[in-house]
């Protein structure tokens, strides 16, 4: 054989090859389905006449499925969408594969399912079902009206082969002497008859068995139902229950928004529209926002505890250096409010240090007898100045005491000139 | 003259049959139609492609062995097309199968080529480690090829069970009623390149051997990228724990198949002594 016959020759038996495609007829019936994705094989499909699946998930882009058998032949395949979903249905003999493929940036998944044919009790039993569904009346619930219309139609069917087998029988029983006289016949007929009768009976038992499987059929489709509005109903709870949390996640937010300043709102104001999935995040905004917010007082309120002691230490050295430069107290006061008024960022706490910025004022009875001379030297000695006297209660101010005022009228009261003391008038 | 309005006739036909397959084809049958009637154009088209790649790549030489090449990938890439094609439609066929050829030819490694592959103890081998990667039948058989073992030997090789022992019965009758020939077929191997072969096994042996495990592995560095990407190989220890906790089936087969190092390395470990003390070594077997 020259080259060009030869290259002819094999040329011509793969066109031979390609042309009578065996494919969709080759498969064994139990043999397995290969399946590869971008020509590499990820798994099989059980053949049995059971409903398989493969669910494969791809780093990669899918490019191309294809079904082989497993010698090697291509049954069926499909070209995958860049993006996106791509579903087909090959056909392999009488059984089906459904193929479902979807890519995305992430990758590829296929879902491949096989379908087996129906069998002939199965066909059978649609071609009857859907010669009920037209007699029968329509009802809105359609599953459940189909299989009801299919119960009642074997029902009506196997009433009537009951009803046959029981004529048949009394007819025999009836005319016993027909069946004498031909004899000759007789015995043939009756094996014809109990034939026919075993037939019968075989097939009776075969509807009642279908009829079974119809009836559990029919409940488990009823239990199906429950089942699936029981999950309805637990979804729809659910998604209200989420819903209303996102409400309040919502509520509480503005409410946020609105005691903190327009930064903090910049902050925590999650974008519009972002829905269920943005929950999570909402919550934890909000957490922080709570725990920032506790972190700011717990500072504001230590800047203020700070404050009050660095102004109690002021006031002390001014004290001490008051006592040191000037001993007139008047002075002393106006230099004080002469340097507060100087001293600004002292003033966080105003209202504690307004009550040591003022004079300390109290009144004070002193003993029978005691001279006015004895009065002045002992205001003198508290670097007070009298005030007003008041059913001989006598007005005393001085610079604020270093000690409780309590325990400053207490001190008071045991010396000797002084009968009583009190604060207020 | 009469020649001359024959090839003006061929002429006129191809040109209909292209202008054809440029139309829109609506529907999955109509597709299959107008394929199947251009099934010799569309053949030639993906062959010249194959060959301007093999040209522009430095790996073309004007034999029989590059044109018989050219037309197995040819001949691959129209069954892919034939397949897949019906489930783009609409669309305009010949784009498609142009598109569908340019799309394999830019993988970095479209087809396994080395020129010893081309001769025909090159293509037996090619032919077998190719379809072993399509198909769990050469698969299979690909141990009897290689060391000579029977399905028994490659149950025990493989540490298979009861059920899986019996599909490779099946695998095993399968090649041989059909698989092996079909896959000679593809390769264009004709039957005196196969007496040929086969008289080869048996004058020299060791030379035979010795050719084809350099070849093998060739090959199987090359198709062993088509098995699934989590098969690497792996120690004994490894091979060790897989064989005796009974998990990897299909690792199993489809790794020690396509390596000749992870057999040797796995040789055993999950035999039970139903395997002999001595390592495989490649024993090339050329009918089924």
Same mark, same amino acid.
């Given at each position: 054989m020259g080259y060009e016959e030869e290259l002819e020759a094999y040329r011509s038996q793969r066109l031979e090859s390609l042309s009578n495609q065996p494919s969709r007829s080759v498969r064994g019936g139990s043999d397995p389905i290969q399946v590869y994705v971008n020509e590499r094989r990820v798994g099989e499909l059980e053949g049995v006449g059971v409903d398989a699946t493969l669910h494969v998930k791809n780093l990669e882009h899918i490019e191309t499925i294809q079904l082989r058998t497993e010698d090697g032949i291509l049954l069926g395949g499909l070209v995958a969408p860049e993006y996106g979903y791509r579903t087909s249905r090959i056909q392999v003999s009488s059984d089906a594969v459904e193929l479902c493929v979807h890519n995305t940036a992430q990758g590829g998944a296929l879902n491949a399912a096989f379908v087996p044919a129906p069998s002939y009790w199965s066909r059978t039993w649609k071609a009857l079902a859907d010669v009920a569904d037209r007699l029968a009346i329509r009802r809105p619930?359609?599953?459940? %009206?189909?299989?009801?219309?299919?119960?009642?139609?074997?029902?009506? &069917?196997?009433?009537?082969?009951?009803?046959?087998?029981?004529?048949?029988?009394?007819?025999?029983?009836?005319?016993?002497?027909?069946?004498?006289?031909?004899?000759?016949?007789?015995?043939?007929?009756?094996?014809?008859?109990?034939?026919?009768?075993?037939?019968?009976?075989h097939q009776l038992g075969e509807l009642a068995r279908i009829q079974e499987k119809v009836g559990t059929a029919l409940e488990t489709q009823q239990k199906g139902m429950a089942q699936l509005h029981q999950t309805m109903a637990k979804l729809s709870s659910s998604h209200e229950s989420v819903a209303s949390s996102v409400v309040m996640v919502k509520e509480e937010m503005e409410k946020r928004q609105e005691g903190i300043g327009s930064e903090t709102e910049r902050a925590t104001k999650p974008p519009a529209g972002r829905g269920l999935v943005d929950q999570d995040q909402l919550e934890l905004a909000v957490r922080n926002l709570v725990e920032d917010?506790?972190?700011?007082?717990?500072?504001?309120?230590?800047?203020? $505890?700070?404050?009050?002691?660095?102004?109690?230490?002021?006031?002390? %050295?001014?004290?001490?250096?008051?006592?040191?430069?000037?001993?007139?107290?008047?002075?002393?006061?106006?230099?004080?409010?002469?340097?507060?008024?100087?001293?600004?960022?002292?003033?966080?706490?105003?209202?504690?240090?307004?009550?040591?910025?003022?004079?300390? &004022?109290?009144?004070?009875?002193?003993?029978?007898?005691?001279?006015? $001379?004895?009065?002045?030297?002992?205001?003198h000695e508290k670097r007070g100045h009298k005030g007003a006297v008041n059913e001989g209660w006598q007005e005393v101010r001085i610079v604020p005491p270093a000690v409780p005022p309590d325990l400053f009228l207490e001190q008071i009261r045991g010396e000797k000139i002084v009968k009583a003391a009190r604060i207020r008038e | 003259m009469q020649n001359t309005v024959g090839k003006s006739q061929?002429?006129?036909?191809?040109?209909?049959?292209?202008?054809?397959?440029?139309?829109?084809?609506?529907?999955?049958?109509?597709?299959?139609?107008?394929?199947?009637?251009?099934?010799?154009?569309?053949?030639?088209?993906?062959?010249?492609?194959?060959?301007?790649?093999?040209?522009?790549?430095?790996?073309?030489?004007?034999?029989?062995?590059?044109?018989?090449?050219?037309?197995?990938?040819?001949?691959?890439?129209?069954?892919?097309?034939?397949?897949?094609?019906?489930?783009?439609?609409?669309?305009?066929?010949?784009?498609?199968?142009?598109?569908?050829?340019?799309?394999?030819?830019?993988?970095?490694?479209?087809?396994?080529?080395?020129?010893?592959?081309?001769?025909?103890?090159?293509r037996f081998l090619?032919?077998?480690?190719?379809?072993?990667?399509?198909?769990?039948?050469?698969?299979?058989?690909?141990?009897?090829?290689?060391?000579?073992?029977?399905?028994?030997?490659?149950?025990?090789?493989?540490?298979?069970?009861?059920?899986?022992?019996?599909?490779?019965?099946?695998?095993?009758?399968?090649?041989?009623?059909?698989?092996?020939?079909?896959?000679?077929? =593809?390769?264009?191997?004709?039957?005196? =390149?196969?007496? =040929?072969?086969?008289?080869?096994?048996?004058?020299?042996?060791?030379r035979f051997n010795s050719e084809g495990e350099r070849l093998i592995r060739v090959a199987q560095a090359h198709y062993r990228k088509s098995e699934p990407d989590h098969y690497p190989c792996l120690s004994r220890s490894q091979w060790r724990e897989m064989f005796t906790q009974g998990y990897g089936c299909d690792y199993r087969i489809w790794h020690l198949a396509l390596c000749l190092d992870c057999v040797q390395t796995a040789w055993g470990v999950g035999s039970n002594g139903s395997l002999t003390e001595e390592k495989p070594r490649l024993e090339l077997q050329v009918r089924p």
């Amino acid at each position: 054989m020259g080259y060009e016959e030869e290259l002819e020759a094999y040329r011509s038996q793969r066109l031979e090859s390609l042309s009578n495609q065996p494919s969709r007829s080759v498969r064994g019936g139990s043999d397995p389905i290969q399946v590869y994705v971008n020509e590499r094989r990820v798994g099989e499909l059980e053949g049995v006449g059971v409903d398989a699946t493969l669910h494969v998930k791809n780093l990669e882009h899918i490019e191309t499925i294809q079904l082989r058998t497993e010698d090697g032949i291509l049954l069926g395949g499909l070209v995958a969408p860049e993006y996106g979903y791509r579903t087909s249905r090959i056909q392999v003999s009488s059984d089906a594969v459904e193929l479902c493929v979807h890519n995305t940036a992430q990758g590829g998944a296929l879902n491949a399912a096989f379908v087996p044919a129906p069998s002939y009790w199965s066909r059978t039993w649609k071609a009857l079902a859907d010669v009920a569904d037209r007699l029968a009346i329509r009802r809105p619930d359609t599953a459940i %009206a189909h299989s009801m219309r299919t119960v009642a139609f074997t029902q009506a &069917l196997l009433a009537i082969l009951v009803v046959g087998l029981v004529v048949d029988r009394m007819t025999i029983w009836m005319n016993p002497e027909r069946m004498l006289v031909s004899v000759g016949q007789s015995e043939a007929l009756r094996t014809v008859s109990v034939t026919e009768m075993e037939k019968l009976e075989h097939q009776l038992g075969e509807l009642a068995r279908i009829q079974e499987k119809v009836g559990t059929a029919l409940e488990t489709q009823q239990k199906g139902m429950a089942q699936l509005h029981q999950t309805m109903a637990k979804l729809s709870s659910s998604h209200e229950s989420v819903a209303s949390s996102v409400v309040m996640v919502k509520e509480e937010m503005e409410k946020r928004q609105e005691g903190i300043g327009s930064e903090t709102e910049r902050a925590t104001k999650p974008p519009a529209g972002r829905g269920l999935v943005d929950q999570d995040q909402l919550e934890l905004a909000v957490r922080n926002l709570v725990e920032d917010n506790a972190k700011l007082s717990r500072e504001v309120a230590s800047l203020e $505890e700070r404050n009050v002691t660095l102004a109690a230490q002021v006031q002390t %050295a001014r004290m001490t250096a008051s006592k040191a430069e000037d001993p007139n107290p008047e002075r002393l006061l106006a230099s004080q409010e002469d340097v507060e008024r100087k001293n600004q960022p002292l003033r966080v706490a105003e209202g504690l240090q307004s009550s040591q910025k003022q004079p300390f &004022l109290f009144w004070v009875t002193f003993s029978e007898g005691t001279s006015q $001379e004895s009065i002045d030297q002992w205001v003198h000695e508290k670097r007070g100045h009298k005030g007003a006297v008041n059913e001989g209660w006598q007005e005393v101010r001085i610079v604020p005491p270093a000690v409780p005022p309590d325990l400053f009228l207490e001190q008071i009261r045991g010396e000797k000139i002084v009968k009583a003391a009190r604060i207020r008038e | 003259m009469q020649n001359t309005v024959g090839k003006s006739q061929v002429m006129a036909d191809h040109t209909v049959t292209v202008s054809r397959l440029e139309e829109v084809v609506s529907t999955a049958d109509e597709f299959d139609r107008v394929v199947s009637q251009a099934l010799p154009v569309l053949l030639d088209r993906a062959t010249g492609y194959t060959k301007r790649f093999l040209r522009e790549t430095g790996q073309w030489n004007d034999d029989i062995e590059h044109e018989k090449f050219a037309l197995r990938w040819g001949s691959e890439y129209l069954e892919r097309f034939l397949v897949c094609g019906r489930t783009e439609v609409p669309c305009r066929p010949l784009f498609l199968f142009d598109s569908l050829v340019a799309k394999q030819h830019s993988k970095p490694e479209p087809f396994c080529y080395h020129p010893d592959l081309l001769r025909p103890l090159g293509r037996f081998l090619d032919g077998l480690v190719a379809r072993a990667v399509v198909s769990r039948d050469a698969l299979i058989a690909l141990y009897h090829h290689s060391y000579g073992w029977g399905p028994g030997e490659v149950i025990a090789a493989t540490g298979l069970n009861g059920l899986e022992s019996q599909r490779i019965y099946k695998n095993f009758r399968r090649w041989r009623d059909s698989g092996w020939q079909r896959t000679m077929d =593809e390769m264009g191997l004709t039957k005196a =390149e196969l007496a =040929e072969l086969s008289s080869q096994q048996q004058r020299h042996r060791q030379r035979f051997n010795s050719e084809g495990e350099r070849l093998i592995r060739v090959a199987q560095a090359h198709y062993r990228k088509s098995e699934p990407d989590h098969y690497p190989c792996l120690s004994r220890s490894q091979w060790r724990e897989m064989f005796t906790q009974g998990y990897g089936c299909d690792y199993r087969i489809w790794h020690l198949a396509l390596c000749l190092d992870c057999v040797q390395t796995a040789w055993g470990v999950g035999s039970n002594g139903s395997l002999t003390e001595e390592k495989p070594r490649l024993e090339l077997q050329v009918r089924p």
